[in-house]
């Protein structure tokens, strides 16, 4: 069965600092990978998303893939409580005909002022 | 662009009782799928399709339908509401492998 694994945290950061969210994944197939930020209460909105080995940059967002070690990572640069929720990852595959996407259960993260 | 629509916003239902959980999308998105996400837990597939007159289930298809006979619409429907089936719906669309878009939810209480 396919899994994608996050510690459920809360991970609490101070505001200002680099807040590091990580998942790891079971199915070697997986060649995409996303990072959806959910505030409480609302839908998940996409941050990230990430295809390649190494690194992508988007803003204070930073995506790692490393598909041999099967980690993927975002970290958040120059935390502002506004970031404080519930980062969720998925992992699914590209090509053939299988679209499904498999989402973890969460990290919450909590930027303390 | 209105994205991903879904109706109604929240909505309590008796046991026994059924409903239809409208989506929309209007991006012309192939891949479209519904979740439920339970109170700290992650999401869970219900049903998903490949495009319209194709669908599939996912992890937790029990006590739910899906029919997808446009591109643009995907309804759930559930036929006896049960107590189990409290949750936030969610409804998503995709382009091949290019993000999920999500609506805003259905908060779905049943009593």
């Known amino acids: 069965q396919k899994e994608v694994e996050q510690n459920s945290g809360p991970l609490s950061v101070p505001e200002g600092a680099i807040a590091s969210l990580n998942c790891t994944y079971s199915?070697?197939?997986?060649?995409?990978f996303f990072w959806y930020r959910q505030y409480s209460g609302k839908s998940p909105e996409l941050i990230m998303f990430i295809y390649s080995n190494g690194d992508k940059e988007d803003g204070r967002f930073t995506a790692q893939l490393n598909k041999a070690s099967q980690y993927v990572s975002l970290l958040i640069r120059d935390s502002q409580p506004s970031d404080s929720a519930t980062y969720l990852c998925a992992g699914g595959q590209r090509g053939g005909s299988n679209y499904k996407l498999t989402f973890g259960k969460g990290t919450l993260l909590t930027v303390n002022p | 662009n209105a994205g991903v629509t879904q109706t109604p916003k929240f909505r309590i239902l008796k046991i026994g009782q059924s409903m239809t959980l409208q989506c929309t999308q209007d991006m012309n998105h192939n891949y479209m799928y519904w979740y439920r996400q339970d109170p700290g837990m992650g999401l869970k597939l219900i049903y998903y399709s490949v495009g319209a007159g194709i669908t599939d289930k996912g992890e937790v298809p029990n006590g739910y339908n899906v029919s997808r006979s446009t591109t643009e619409d995907f309804p759930l429907r559930l036929e006896l509401a049960a107590p189990s089936q409290t949750s936030v719906y969610f409804c998503?669309?995709?382009?091949?492998?290019?993000?999920?878009?999500f609506g805003d939810g259905t908060r779905l209480s049943i009593l």
């Open positions: 199915d070697r197939g997986s060649q995409s």
């Open positions: 998503a669309s995709r382009y091949r492998d290019q993000p999920q878009h």
